[in-house]
């Protein structure tokens, strides 16, 4: 399982939104756009996907922009992916082979087992979750390695 740059784009904009939310203020798509380092152009996709699922409002006229209708801390990684990923699929699969059925459907009922846990865990952490982490990873200033 992949997550995207949208993904992680609609992540960053909500973690954003919410960080810069003071009495429920409106949210420029430039003041994101600069802050993410992205074009207006696909942060407007961006916001089009948050707005169709209910989770922004946008306001219109000289000093529109978008308020949070959710709290980040109702919306699951589970959520995410499942709105932005055309073709999310969290699920491990395995063709059937039906050489030894008895084996066959011990594998398949493993493999459901681990697809559950791995869908729980994913509606688990909330993004209000990996906006905690980011904080206490700067707060700290605790070096982040790359592979």
Request: hydrophobic share 35%; net charge positive.
């Amino acid at each position: 399982m992949n997550i995207s740059s949208k993904s992680y784009y609609i992540i960053s904009t909500l973690i954003l939104m919410d960080k810069y939310n003071t009495n429920n203020s409106k949210i420029s798509v430039r003041f994101i756009s600069k802050k993410l380092d992205i074009s207006k152009t696909y942060l407007e996709q961006i916001f089009s996907i948050l707005k169709k699922n209910n989770i922004v409002q946008s306001i219109k006229g000289m000093n529109g922009g978008y308020i949070l209708k959710s709290n980040i801390e109702m919306i699951s990684l589970y959520d995410i992916l499942k709105m932005s990923e055309n073709s999310f699929n969290s699920k491990f699969t395995l063709n059937k082979i039906n050489l030894y059925p008895e084996i066959t459907e011990s594998i398949i009922s493993t493999v459901n087992k681990i697809n559950n846990k791995i869908n729980n865990e994913l509606k688990s952490i909330t993004v209000k979750d990996i906006s905690n982490i980011s904080e206490y990873i700067s707060s700290k200033n605790i070096p982040m390695y790359y592979i």
